[in-house]
C-alpha cells in the first residue's frame, strides 16, 4: 500500500515531471502523463488551492551575477522572534542573498549567497548584524564550486516512464583558471539592464505570465519572450522548477555537510552518482572551506536519512571524516539554486 496518501496521485506525478522542466506548458504535461487537459487544470487548481505550489523559478548559472557561490551557516544571539523578523527583511532586500533556511543546529541560520569578493563576505555579515540586532556567534562558510539539482522522484510510488533530471547549475572548475569573481556579465552573458530585470522577477517564486511580466516592466511581451529564451538558450538560465511547501505534503528537507581526510575527482564523480540514483537526494555539492560535499535530502521518515548516511560511509570509507545532518524547519527566503 502506498504511504503517499498525502499527495494524490495525479497532483504527485506533475509534481514529479514538472520539477526542472516547470517550462513545459499543460497540454504536454497531459499528453506525457496519458491524462485529459481537463484533469490537469484541476490537479493544478487543487496544488494552488491547498498552498501546495506556490510558483514556479529559474535556476541560473552562478556566473551570469559575476560573484562567487558561497553556502553559509550562521548562529546569531539572541534569536528571537523579534530579531528573527528583522532579520527576515534584511535577507529579501539583499540582492545577493539567493536562499535562506531555518536549520536545526547551533548554526540556526543555512544560506547561500554570491559574493563579489571575500571582502563583500565580511561586509555582508557586519550588515546583518546591525540590521537584525544581533551578533554572530559562529558561523562557517564553504566555496560551492559545483552544485547538481536533481528532479524529485520520491512523491509517487508509480514506476516512473521517462529519465530523472538532473541539471548542472554550474561548474566552477570546467574551464581551469576560469574564476566567477572575474568574469563579468556583459562578457559572458550578454545580460543587459532588461534581462537584469526579468532575471530578478523569475529566480523567485512566482505565478504570472511572462505576459503579465512584460506588462509589469512596461515592455511588449514578445520582446520579454525572446529575451527569455535567449537566456535559456545561452545557459544563462539552466532549468526552471516549481516551488513547492514540502510541509504541506509531510515532506523535511535535510541538509548534509560532508568532511573527508581528503578526496579527488573519482570520489567526487562516485558521491555525484549515489546522488543521482538516490530518489530522495535533490542537490548535490562540492565545495572549499569547512565542509567538502553537501546534500540535500527530502523524504517523509527520518530511517531514509539513516540509509543514506549508510550509503555515503560505504562510498568514502576511511577518508569519512566528519558527517553534520542540518533538518531544516522552514525558509526565510527562496530563490534560484536553492538547496
Partial sequence: MSEHHILPELEARILQYGDLRAEVERPEIARHLKVTLHKVHHAFERLF???????????????????????????????NPITQDKLRRFLNRSPEVCWVSQVLAGSQISCQLFAK????????????????????????????TTFWAFEKRYLTDRSCRWRRAAVLVWDLGRNEGDSAMHISSSSRGGIDELDGKLLSVITRPHTEPLAAIARSLGVPAQTLHRRALRLRERGVIKA????????????????????????????????????????????FGICLGNWDFEFAVECRHEGVVAAFLNQLGEVLGPVLRTVRVLPVVGFMKVSSGEG
Fill in 49 to 79: 488551492d491547498r498552498g501546495i505550489l506556490y510558483g514556479r523559478l529559474a535556476y541560473l548559472d552562478c556566473e551570469t551575477v559575476s560573484a562567487t557561490p558561497y553556502s553559509v551557516l550562521v548562529g546569531l544571539l539572541p534569536f
Fill in 117 to 144: 569578493s571575500p571582502a563583500s563576505l565580511r561586509t555582508f555579515f557586519e550588515k546583518m548584524q546591525s540590521s537584525s540586532g544581533t551578533r554572530i556567534a559562529e558561523k562557517e562558510f564553504a566555496l560551492r
Fill in 240 to 283: 526552471y522548477g516549481y516551488a513547492v511547501k514540502l510541509s504541506a505534503i509531510g515532506v523535511r528537507r535535510y541538509r548534509i555537510l560532508i568532511t573527508t581526510a581528503g578526496f579527488d575527482s573519482v570520489m567526487s564523480g562516485k558521491l555525484a552518482v549515489l546522488a543521482r540514483d538516490n530518489p530522495h537526494v535533490v542537490n
